[in-house]
């Protein structure tokens, strides 16, 4: 399936293009409190870290209102960026 790859890169490094914009033009990073935890999560869990920015300066970081599911979304979306690159469905190797 030719559009696997594009699907993989986009999953994981669409992400990461968002948050370096958010970094570049606007104060989303203020949704951190340590210029640690925006690194890391720009590094490991970049979809999670869009998820916890929407919630944050959406509701003020309070997850209530269904925001936890968003956050959890964000996380479930990275595991299934880094679980691509070791399980595919049009593997031939049965």
């Known amino acids: 399936m030719p559009g696997c790859c594009l699907v993989s890169m986009l999953l994981f490094f669409g992400a990461r293009l968002v ?7 606007s104060d989303w990073y203020d949704a951190f409190d340590a210029r640690l935890p925006a690194l ?5 869990l970049p979809w ?3 998820a916890w920015m929407y919630a ?3 509701r003020g970081g309070d997850l209530g209102g269904g925001f936890l599911i968003v956050v959890l979304c ?3 979306l ?3 960026a880094f679980g691509l690159s070791r399980w595919s469905p049009w593997d031939d190797d049965e």
Not at 40 to 44: A, C, D, E, I, V
């Open 19 to 25: 948050l370096a914009g958010a970094w570049l033009f």
């Open 40 to 44: 890391l999560g720009w590094l490991f």
């Open 48 to 50: 999670t870290s869009l």
């Open 78 to 80: 990275d595991v299934g």
């Open 56 to 58: 944050h300066f959406t």
């Open 74 to 76: 964000g996380v479930l």
